[in-house]
């Protein structure tokens, strides 16, 4: 540690041993999870309490780990059934498919299609709720990039939907530009929307465009839980300023609402107690990016707000 800052100089590492022993974690793997929990030992200080955490976690993980060798394996059965053995064991291994595509995320993602395709129609409905999954899967995919442990978005109708993931001392920026990444994917689905219906004319794809565009603004108004919120505790106090001096130049340009919100959450976050010692100019720009590519949508698609004319 740091003793002038007092930050972890092994950051890096630590967040990616923590991912790796948590991967293990998931696929039962005790023994590997313990090793890659032990190598982050001798990167932290001996009397703080990530060390004491992580000791903590390595006397579970050997407790688990003895438990399990006192266990007969679980495929000891299969023997017995002969030459229908191999059979049984591919069917038995066909979970993997249930670790990759969780039946939390197959049946939530359903109900919330079906939600939408009630509420909207079946075209706008569906295209509106794979509008919602391209954004969750924009964060999905960067937390996987990263080597960090995710589940698969798990959706609620009417609501929205989240990714949960896990991972010890990620820093405020992995944070912010993990944050930032499923407004980017719902640019990029916004936008190819917005092209369709320039091609075809199709006012369908003009509205799911534009109601992509502003759904993804508002997950970047900075407060709570939203996009915005994870992305500004990257941000010092001129960055935040520049966030809503861009709000609200576009509220002025575009009449858009939406932007007036994100300018005033950002107003607000100028006098919250959460300002970083060393903020991220690249997270501002991309932050800065994000809104002005979704306000490009929203001005050259019609309509005023969510939908279209």
């Keep these: 540690m740091c003793n002038q800052c007092h930050t972890l100089v092994h950051a890096e590492n630590l ?3 923590s991912a790796w022993a948590q991967e293990h974690e998931d696929l039962d793997q005790m023994p590997e999870a313990r090793e890659a929990w032990m190598k982050t030992l001798p990167l932290l200080p001996a009397d703080s309490t990530q060390a004491e955490w992580v000791q903590q976690r390595v006397r579970s993980l050997e407790i688990a780990a003895r438990a399990a060798a006192s266990t007969p394996p679980k495929n ?3 023997k017995k059934l002969g030459p229908l053995a191999p059979v049984v064991l591919a069917l038995s291994k066909a979970k993997v498919l249930f670790t990759v595509f969780k039946l939390n995320f197959l049946f939530s993602l359903f109900a919330f299609l079906g939600f939408y395709w009630a509420l909207f129609g079946t075209r706008f409905g569906i295209g509106f709720a794979v509008l ?3 954004h969750e899967m924009g964060h999905y995919v960067e937390i996987k990039r990263r080597g960090l442990p995710a589940d698969m978005p798990v959706f609620m109708p009417g609501f929205g939907a989240y990714v949960k993931w896990r991972a010890l001392g990620v820093s405020t920026v992995t944070r912010a530009f993990i944050s930032l990444a499923g407004p980017l994917a719902g640019f990029i689905s916004a936008a190819v929307c917005g092209i369709i219906w320039y091609k075809t004319a199709d006012p369908l794809w003009a509205a799911l465009a534009r109601t992509g565009a502003w759904l993804n603004v508002l997950n970047l108004i900075p407060i709570w839980v939203l996009d915005g919120g994870q992305a500004m505790l990257a941000l010092n106090k001129i960055e935040r300023i520049a966030i ?5 130049a576009l509220w002025l340009l575009l009449g858009e609402g939406i932007f007036a919100l994100v300018a005033g959450g950002a107003c607000w976050r100028l006098f919250t107690n959460d300002i970083p010692e060393r903020p991220s ?4 720009v991309y932050f800065a990016a994000v809104i002005v590519l ?12 969510v939908g279209s004319r």
């Design 15 to 17: 967040e990616r041993l």
């Design 76 to 78: 000891q059965w299969v």
């Design 132 to 134: 919602i999954l391209i």
């Design 244 to 248: 809503l001096t861009i709000s609200l």
């Design 281 to 284: 100019r690249p997270t501002a």
């Design 294 to 305: 979704l306000a490009l949508i929203m001005r050259l698609t019609p309509g005023h707000g």
